[in-house]
C-alpha cells in the first residue's frame, strides 16, 4: 500500500506560480511512475502530467505543456509540479497518482494509488 499526500495547494492570483507536491510512503518509491490529474468544478477528473521512474520520460497534457513541469526526487519520496502563469481555468483540485507503469498513469487506466487532493485557486 502506497500512500499519497499533496500539498502546497492555496489561492493565487492570475500570472503567478505555485509548486504542488506529492510525498509518498514507501521505500519502493523509485520504482513508481507518479502522476498529476485534476479535476474542476462540475467537470471529470483530467490528466496533467506524468513522470517515469526515473525521470527520463515527462509527459504532459497539451493544455499544460511550456506551463507545468514535473519532477521528482527519489531520495525523498516525492514528486513536484511546478505551475506558472497561471490561469483561472486550472483551479482545481490536483491529485497525485502513483502506478508501476507509466502508461497506465498518463491514460489513466487503472491507476493503482492516488492521494486525496489539493486545492488550487486561481483568480482572475
Known amino acids: 500500500q502506497v500512500q499519497l499526500v499533496e500539498s502546497g495547494g492555496g489561492l493565487v492570483q492570475a500570472g503567478g506560480s505555485l509548486r504542488l507536491a506529492c510525498a509518498a510512503s514507501t521505500r519502493s518509491f523509485s520504482t513508481y511512475a507518479m502522476g498529476w490529474f485534476r479535476q474542476a468544478p462540475g467537470k471529470e477528473r483530467e490528466f496533467v502530467a506524468a513522470?517515469?521512474?526515473?525521470?527520463?520520460?515527462?509527459y504532459y497534457a497539451d493544455s499544460v505543456k511550456g506551463q507545468f513541469t514535473i519532477s521528482r526526487d527519489n531520495a525523498k519520496n516525492t514528486v513536484y509540479l511546478q505551475m506558472n502563469s497561471l490561469k483561472a481555468e486550472d483551479t482545481a483540485v490536483y491529485y497525485c497518482?502513483?502506478?508501476?507503469?507509466?502508461?497506465?498513469?498518463?491514460?489513466?487506466?487503472?491507476?493503482?494509488?492516488w492521494g486525496k487532493g489539493t486545492l488550487v485557486t486561481v483568480s482572475s
Open positions: 497518482a502513483a502506478h508501476p507503469d507509466e502508461r497506465t498513469v498518463q491514460r489513466n487506466s487503472g491507476v493503482l494509488y
Open positions: 513522470i517515469s521512474w526515473s525521470g527520463g520520460r515527462l
